[in-house]
């Protein structure tokens, strides 16, 4: 569990489901992490690459391990994630390291 959250990334996801309180699609939690790493808030189409690719990475880097383990679920066939319910998280806003 601890290798969790010695990772910016899982930290980060968590800390966007906890805040959203409910499922989220995959695309807007990979959306703010690229928000919260590049510090940009609009997604042009241009981006649409970049996010696609950081969503794949953020899938099988770190969402379906996370899933693995328990503190966190996905649904491919509507790419949602969330904190079940049996799963209590305590993490601060994403900062860079």
Avoid at 1 to 10: A, E
Wanted: hydrophobic share 40%; with cysteine; net charge negative.
């Amino acid at each position: 569990m601890n290798d969790v959250f010695s990772n910016w990334c899982r930290r980060a996801i968590l800390y966007y489901l906890k805040d959203h309180d409910g499922p989220a699609s995959l695309t807007a939690v990979t959306r703010q992490i690229i928000t919260w790493h590049r510090e940009f808030a609009e997604h042009s189409e241009r981006e649409a690459a970049a996010v696609e690719r950081t969503r794949s990475w953020l899938l099988y880097a770190h969402v379906l391990k996370m899933e693995d383990i328990g503190v966190l679920e996905y649904r491919p066939g509507t790419d949602t994630v969330w904190i079940p319910e049996d799963v209590t998280v305590s993490v601060t806003p994403p900062v860079e390291s």
